[in-house]
């Protein structure tokens, strides 16, 4: 499957971004899929997941209360929702699918868009 992310900008600490990520080649309902995140030299980390049948979502301790994370298998997208952003936001953000349950280990994705930035100015 194929991925490409989009939605990310520039936002004041506070507010509010939404990303898409739109799959192509395979549908999604096949694959949980997952979201995380890149910061200048830091490590890829995890931000949140979700099942195939949008019946189960995790989500990082960081982003819990501020993100969702959501999915139309009838479009072939994933969205994650961004709210009360804050400066330690800023990162790219990566869209990905994996064949096994919902998880935060970015290894056991299969596949992964190209990322979208996200800056949020303080």
């Known amino acids: 499957v194929q991925l490409q992310a989009s939605g990310g900008g520039l936002v004041q600490a506070g507010g509010s971004l939404g990303l898409s990520c739109a799959a192509s080649g395979r549908t999604i309902s096949a694959y949980a899929m997952g979201w995380f995140r890149q910061a200048p030299g830091k490590a890829r980390e995890f931000v949140a997941a979700?099942?195939?049948?949008?019946?189960?979502?995790y989500y990082a301790d960081s982003v819990k209360g501020r993100f969702t994370i959501s999915r139309d298998n009838a479009k072939n997208t994933i969205f994650l929702q961004m709210n009360n952003l804050k400066p330690e936001d800023t990162a790219v953000y990566y869209c990905?699918?994996?064949?096994?349950?919902?998880?935060?280990?970015?290894?056991?994705?299969?596949?992964w868009g190209q990322g979208t930035l996200v800056t949020v100015s303080s």
């Open positions: 979700i099942s195939r049948g949008s019946s189960s979502t």
């Open positions: 990905a699918a994996s064949k096994l349950l919902p998880t935060t280990t970015a290894t056991l994705y299969d596949s």
